[in-house]
């Protein structure tokens, strides 16, 4: 399709819904029960103001960070999300290659349709792995092995799926896998006995050659736990709003995360980024960096890699606009003062 329409994330999503079958499209779209967490998300951000300040000198504001010594070109990180073959028959394997044209770290999901072999060869950005544990520990250490053995640079453990959530929608959607859609990693969608504990996150951390954050955390108190089990990072999260619902906005759990970890380790946040000035908003609130799920779906089912490059790009574009708007020359510049209170 004709990319020059997408002029911003909300454009991929409107011509998305006419590219994907309904099925895929409601699995992609939907949140848990009555969504009310999925719409939280978006409207906390909006709530946010910002103050701008004029006269600052900044023509190129520079986007780049470090990241577990890692260098990365701009903060906007693809999200882990599963059955990329559901969304674009390249599946992965056109992620990778989007994310690699926009300089974005990858995170590939436990539930990848394509091999992860396959994606590392075709990857030249850095890539992480999102890991489910499962009931099999065995698998999920060979598994974590496997994924450090490639090259993966981090590991992102999820931790706000025991179960999976209420989802009304996606059921109604009639999801169901296609049967030459394959999750080569995975035995079977999740259904664990074994509920995952921080035990395992010790034991984990006790092998892990790659630094381990934790995906899903959304209070204080988790958020310390996490730092006593030896976590490397945090990821406040809500899962898009796709697990429990009525849980609040990510970007109003965050400020919260990041004044209990104070700096010990790097807090990430994802959840309804969708413009660039929700990018430079999280960073102001406490985040090092920014995940992006549903719009890189879209964006995929629009046109493979050169939707999730543009998906990227879009953002990265206007969070630099909105660095020079309010003045901050760089990423580590961009403090509370840019919140207008
Ligand atoms: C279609 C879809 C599949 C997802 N699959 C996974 C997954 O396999 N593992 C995971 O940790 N999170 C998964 N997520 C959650 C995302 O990683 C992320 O937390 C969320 O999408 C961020 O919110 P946003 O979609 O508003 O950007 C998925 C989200 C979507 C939309
Ligand atoms: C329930 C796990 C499947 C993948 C996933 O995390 C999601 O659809 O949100």
């Not at 035995?187 to 790659?210: M, V």
């Not at 730092?227 to 406040?236: C, K, L, M, N, R």
């Not at 796709?242 to 995360?257: E, H, K, Q, S």
């Amino acid at each position: 399709m004709d990319l020059s329409e997408c002029l911003n994330l909300a454009d991929f999503e409107e011509r998305a819904v006419e590219r994907m079958s309904k099925m895929a499209y409601e699995y992609v779209a939907s949140g848990a029960a009555d969504e009310l967490t999925i719409r939280w998300n978006r409207q906390a951000f909006d709530a946010i103001k910002l103050n701008p300040t004029v006269l600052n000198g900044i023509g190129q504001p520079d986007t780049r960070l470090s990241l577990f010594g890692q260098e990365l070109s701009h903060p906007i990180l693809i999200a882990p999300t599963a059955y990329h073959k559901l969304m674009h028959p390249e599946g992965e394997l056109a992620t990778a290659r989007g994310a690699g044209a926009a300089a974005a770290v990858y995170v590939v999901s436990s539930f990848t349709t394509t091999p992860l072999a396959e994606i590392t060869r075709e990857a030249t950005q850095p890539l992480w792995f999102q890991l489910y544990v499962r009931d099999d520990r065995e698998l999920t250490k060979s598994l974590i092995q496997e994924a450090e053995d490639r090259g993966f640079r981090a590991l992102c453990i999820t931790v706000d799926t025991a179960v999976p959530g209420v989802r009304n929608r996606q059921e109604k959607g009639g999801f169901r896998l296609p049967d030459d859609v394959i999750t080569h990693h995975m035995p079977g969608p999740l259904d664990e006995k074994k509920p995952l504990t921080w035990k395992d996150i010790e034991w984990i951390n006790s092998f892990a050659r790659t630094p381990v954050l934790l995906k899903g955390i959304l209070n204080a108190s988790d958020a310390e736990k996490a730092i006593q089990s030896g976590a490397s990072g945090i990821i406040v999260s809500n899962h898009g709003g796709r697990n429990l619902d009525t849980v609040p906005a990510t970007i109003d759990a965050l400020p919260r995360v990041a004044d209990q970890v104070n700096q010990r380790v790097p807090v990430l946040m994802d959840g309804g980024i969708r413009r660039g000035t929700d990018v430079l908003k999280a960073i102001a609130l406490g985040a090092s960096a920014v995940l992006v799920g549903k719009p890189v779906c879209f964006g995929l089912a629009c046109a493979g890699a050169e939707g999730v490059t543009k998906v990227v790009e879009i953002l990265r574009t206007e969070l630099e606009i909105a660095m020079i708007l309010t003045g901050r020359a760089t990423i580590s510049g961009i403090d509370h003062s840019v919140i207008w209170k």
